[in-house]
T-cell receptor, first 114, second 118 residues
Framework: AQKVTQAQTEISVVEKEDVTLDCVYE???????LFWYKQPPSGELVFLIRRNSFDEQNEISGRYSWNFQKSTSSFNFTITASQVVDSAVYFCALSGPSPYKLSFGAGTTVTVRA | EAGVTQFPSHSVIEKGQTVTLRCDPI?????LYWYRRVMGKEIKFLLH????????ESGMPNNRFLAERTGGTYSTLKVQPAELEDSGVYFC????????????????FGPGTRLLVL
């Protein structure tokens, strides 16, 4: 069985602060895929990043960065210098090899105050 | 390129009525998924189509839910008869099924249909 845990329910920060979202996963698959999605107030799920289990390189995209550590089964997400537009619910998700259905964490609500 | 679209965006029905949700995937995407998030719960997988075939329907809660994907294009999810516990947001996602690793199996989601059963 696959499980994703996002222990932080809500995080509130002031603009320009950094915020890190934790994601811990459980899986018995040796090949798996990790994802982060953003759900802004408008409701759609926006794809942010996908990571394959065999690629542990960390990644940076603008103000976003991701830290993948297989040793601790974690895939954490950091927003640097947060902005009000970063306010959203962020979901971490996991899929195994085919058929690729996603298992989601409960989501972390990030509120960035001006 | 158009994204995944879902119709309607909102639906309010009474218990016992029937509702049909529609999803149009990204053009060329063979894989189509349905998920739902009921109030206070996590987003849960319902089923997966590959073209017109049901690949995995292990997440369908009961036989009041019927999903179809005629011709391998758009999909419908019918709830008949609707119950109070069916209220929630129903998401559709689609993904490619090809040989390009970077795009393989990344699911792109639609805006969801918010269903309220009274």
């Amino acid at each position: 069985a696959q499980k994703v845990t996002q222990a932080q329910t809500e995080i509130s920060v002031v603009e320009k602060e950094d915020v890190t979202l934790d994601c811990v996963y459980e899986t018995r698959d040796t090949t798996y895929y990790l994802f982060w999605y953003k759900q802004p107030p408008s409701g759609e799920l926006v794809f942010l990043i996908r990571r394959n289990s065999f690629d542990e390189q960390n990644e940076i995209s603008g103000r976003y960065s991701w830290n993948f550590q297989k040793s601790t089964s974690s895939f954490n997400f950091t927003i640097t210098a947060s902005q009000v537009v970063d306010s959203a619910v962020y979901f971490c998700a996991l899929s195994g090899p085919s058929p690729y259905k996603l298992s989601f964490g409960a989501g972390t609500t990030v509120t960035v105050r001006a | 390129e158009a994204g995944v679209t879902q119709f309607p965006s909102h639906s309010v029905i009474e218990k016992g009525q029937t509702v049909t949700l529609r999803c149009d995937p990204i053009s060329g995407h063979d894989n189509l998924y349905w998920y739902r998030r009921v109030m206070g719960k996590e987003i849960k997988f319902l089923l997966h189509f590959v073209k017109e075939s049901k690949q995995d329907e292990s997440g369908m809660p009961n036989n009041r839910f019927l999903a179809e994907r005629t011709g391998g294009t758009y999909s419908t999810l019918k709830v008949q008869p609707a119950e109070l516990e069916d209220s929630g947001v129903y998401f559709c996602a689609s993904s490619q099924d090809g040989v390009v690793a970077e795009t393989l199996e990344t699911q792109y989601f639609g805006p969801g249909t918010r269903l309220l059963v009274l």
